[in-house]
């Protein structure tokens, strides 16, 4: 199959080997977003913080921490939603395919895919997109377990790996995007988010997307609140990093973690409670803000759906459903889209 790699001019590449190598935007255009998007977003009457930003190495190991507490029942249950795909998956994939994962963390649940393509196709292609550095240290991982394996790894934001693949070349992808983390988009930048899949696809292309289902209120808080306060160093870390690399004075001790589920608008929202009255400086985003006692910053949304919403959104963003799976508790979904 003839490759016609595009130049991507944004982006440094990283060789590391025949089988490893990385893009990565160049530093400044790194630098400069986070500085402004900060400075834009700590500036609006309703104060937020994007949740991209919880991914320094701090946030990503944390992260970590959380998909192994019991409370946090999303992991294991899209994983043991993708055991049973085993046989199932490999009906829709003719040929060879590459795996795009968007997202892809740890790539702990990735194994899983890869051990369903290495059973049906001889060489692999894993192309892992994630913002974090975390990529570097999964990929290296999963380098020496499986030996076929060629990874080129995006670090980048989900629109930036989706822009480098629509120029990639004519390989069929699997684009995995597992997590729940589409939750994270408002219902208009999910829509947005999902057009701009469908339009990098090609003909044969297929996406698995994994979401999180409507379910008990306690059930959902306990997740994204958990006893041993997990998930809220993870939301407070945000505000350490934004201290480390933007030259900021936050005090930990004066905020707190907060998250709420509300049931209107399905969604878990999380946000960072200033305990006092407060001023903070941000030197390399330029602004000095005042905090209130009891004032949110608003951290993360995570939207939870019902089978009948997730069927709608894929009719509406142009995407024909292959299959959908469950867990036995109906909790998670995971769901195979093609292009038409
Ligand atoms: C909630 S974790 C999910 C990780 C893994 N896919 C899983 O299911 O366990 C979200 C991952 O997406 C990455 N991420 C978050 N926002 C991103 C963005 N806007 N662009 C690219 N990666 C992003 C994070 O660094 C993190 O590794």
């Not at 999964?138 to 790894?153: E, F, K, R």
């Not at 933007?246 to 005090?251: H, Q």
Request: with cysteine.
């Amino acid at each position: 199959m003839s490759k016609t790699i595009q130049k991507n001019i944004h982006y440094k590449k990283y060789y590391v080997d025949s089988k490893l190598q990385y893009f990565k935007p160049h530093s400044t255009k790194i630098e400069k977003s986070f500085a402004d998007e900060i400075s834009f977003s700590l500036n609006q009457p309703l104060k937020f913080i994007s949740p991209k930003f919880f991914y320094d190495k701090k946030g990503s190991e944390l992260f970590e921490q959380i998909c192994n507490l019991s409370e946090y029942y999303p992991t294991r249950t899209e994983i043991n939603i993708l055991k049973k795909l085993k046989d199932e998956l490999p009906l829709y994939l003719v040929d060879s395919f590459r795996l795009v994962e968007l997202g892809s963390g740890s790539s702990i649940k990735t194994r899983l895919i890869l051990d369903i393509l290495n059973r049906i196709q001889e060489k692999i292609e894993y192309f892992p997109i994630d913002i974090s550095e975390i990529l570097t240290e999964s990929s290296a991982l999963l380098q020496q377990d499986y030996d076929d394996l060629h990874i080129t790894g995006i670090i980048d934001t989900y629109q930036g790996g989706l822009e480098f693949l629509s120029n990639y070349d004519d390989q069929k992808n699997l684009i995995v995007f597992l997590g729940s983390s589409f939750g994270n988009f408002t219902s208009n930048d999910g829509k947005e988010f999902l057009k701009k899949i469908h339009s990098t696809m090609k003909d044969d292309d297929i996406f698995l997307i994994g979401l999180d289902l409507v379910k008990n209120k306690t059930i959902l808080e306990n997740a994204y609140d958990d006893s041993q306060g997990i998930t809220a160093k993870f939301n407070l870390n945000i505000l350490s990093r934004i201290n480390d690399e933007l030259d900021a004075d936050f005090n930990l001790n004066y905020f707190s973690h907060h998250a709420i589920y509300n049931e209107h608008d399905q969604r878990i929202e999380m946000y960072l409670k200033s305990l006092i009255d407060q001023s903070v400086s941000i030197k390399k985003a330029n602004i000095s803000l005042m905090l209130k006692k009891n004032e949110l910053i608003h951290t993360e949304h995570s939207h939870k759906y019902t089978l009948s919403q997730i069927r709608e959104l894929m009719h509406q963003t142009g995407f024909n459903i292959k299959n959908t799976w469950l867990d036995e508790n109906n909790y998670f979904a995971l769901t195979l889209v093609s292009k038409n």
